[in-house]
């Protein structure tokens, strides 16, 4: 909607900010104060989430296109909306566990464990799993793009043929490999990386940036249960999960385990 009397674009009409002050509806009753900065954030998270499945994708395509130096610049942008995720959680830790409890009946079985924006960063990652599209109604948006990224290629699948295509001889399992698989830690990849990193400084830098993309999200992860313990302790999760005790398990897995392998044989 432009400006009435103009007809030219607004800042309001252009980011429909009417649109986007009217999403914040606390449920808890007066409303409780605390409850606007916990829809914020969440809120912000799923804008961040979304900006992050773009930057994602365009780094994929980029491999695609051998646009390996381009690639790099839109890691570095990616990283960089991972710091801003993992210290916004300082802003959640000024809630005390007694300002969370004033409306957290209010949540009911709301939990982030049903982000399917956060389910399919996983899946783009490498980090699928089957059970996590079931939960959401059959029809719906967030079904329907958790189905197709189970299908597609994740990045470490679009890395690998990538560096076929640079001259390194990726077996063809690997090139044609399932990939809804985990992604698993194979001898033969970790030859062929620590080539890399002994001499080709192009592509070591390649998959620095991707170490550091897996420790970003371990570092979220870590951050998010430390939160988690500091706000409900051993308590159960709104989303039925055992709470901090399930999400430390998640905590230290390596999404691209072949890279991490690699630096004791270096
Ligand atoms: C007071 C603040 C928070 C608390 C107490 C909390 C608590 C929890 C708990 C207990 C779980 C485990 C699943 C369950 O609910 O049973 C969980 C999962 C999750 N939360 Fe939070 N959370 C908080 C804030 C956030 C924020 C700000 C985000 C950002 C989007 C977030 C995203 C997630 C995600 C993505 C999961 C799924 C993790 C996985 O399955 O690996 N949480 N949260």
Redesign the pocket.
């Given at each position: 909607m432009a400006n009435s009397t103009t007809g030219a674009i607004t800042y309001n009409s252009y980011l429909k900010i009417d649109e986007l002050l009217s999403l914040q509806q606390p449920r808890s009753a007066g409303p409780e104060h605390d409850e606007m900065l916990?829809i914020i954030?969440?809120q912000v998270?799923?804008l961040w989430?979304k900006e992050l499945l773009h930057e994602l994708d365009r780094v994929s395509h980029l491999l695609q296109d051998d646009k390996s130096h381009r690639a790099q610049h839109t890691l570095k942008r990616i990283l960089t909306i991972l710091k801003v995720?993992v210290a916004?959680?300082d802003i959640?830790e000024t809630?005390t566990p007694l300002e969370?409890l004033s409306f957290?009946a209010r949540l009911e079985a709301a939990?982030?464990?049903q982000?399917d924006q956060?389910?399919q960063i996983?899946f783009l990652l490498g980090a699928k799993n089957e059970k996590a599209i079931a939960r959401f109604p059959d029809g719906s948006r967030a079904r329907a793009a958790l189905q197709r990224r189970y299908g597609e290629p994740t990045l470490w699948d679009a890395f690998l043929r990538y560096l076929a295509r640079e001259g390194y001889q990726v077996p063809s399992s690997h090139l044609a490999r399932d990939v809804a698989a985990p992604v698993a830690p194979t001898p033969e990849i970790q030859d062929l990386l620590v080539k890399i990193y002994r001499s080709d400084p192009k592509n070591a830098e390649l998959c620095e940036r991707l170490v550091d993309l897996d420790e970003g999200v371990q570092e979220w992860?870590y951050r998010?249960v430390k939160?988690?313990e500091r706000?409900?302790g051993a308590?159960?999760?709104?989303?039925?999960?055992?709470?901090?005790e399930?999400?430390r398990n998640?905590v230290g897995r390596n999404l691209f385990p072949d890279l991490w392998e690699i630096r004791a044989q270096l």
């Open positions: 916990f954030v969440h998270y799923e989430f995720l916004q959680l959640l809630m969370f957290r939990s982030g464990f982000s956060f389910r996983e992860r998010h939160m988690v706000t409900i308590k159960m999760g709104t989303g039925g999960s055992s709470g901090a399930y999400l998640t």
